[in-house]
């Protein structure tokens, strides 16, 4: 094995590439940790009100059709077809339902069962998997 001297520009660099390195280690520890348990509430989203409906007019709350401004309470699933919809939280968040998707609100979290949702806010998932973003 040979090593050399890292000229001050290049020390920098590998510094830089191993601190990157060195996040995306985190990140994959914290997603790992997250896919493993669930994420504990922080303020307690059992309301859910329909704000948009996108792509379509395929969005229900247990099997009834909804409506902008209609609500899942605790225990209710909303669930997408060939649709989109905007949900309110009761807890400031917002979240932005795919399409094929199935939520179930809870007590204190929201469970996606199928599909995907995007969440902007104080946001508590009972999910086995989190992908989040800065």
Do not use: W, Y
Not at 45 to 55: K, Q, R, V
Not at 92 to 121: E, F, H, M, P, W
């Amino acid at each position: 094995m040979r090593f050399q001297l890292l000229s001050g520009r290049r020390m920098h660099k590998t510094l830089r590439q191993l601190s990157i390195s060195l996040l995306g280690l985190v990140c994959f520890s914290l997603a790992i940790v997250s896919h493993s348990q669930p994420i504990a509430a922080q303020s307690g989203a059992n309301l859910a009100t329909i704000s948009e409906i996108l792509d379509g007019n395929q969005v229900f709350i247990q099997s009834r059709q909804a409506k902008v401004n209609d609500q899942a309470r605790r225990g209710q699933k909303v669930m997408t077809r060939d649709a989109r919809a905007a949900i309110l939280f009761n807890n400031g968040a917002v979240g932005r339902l795919g399409k094929n998707s199935v939520l179930t609100v809870g007590d204190r979290c929201a469970q996606i069962r199928r599909g995907q949702i995007l969440v902007s806010g104080p946001a508590s998932s009972c999910s086995s998997s989190v992908v989040a973003g800065v």
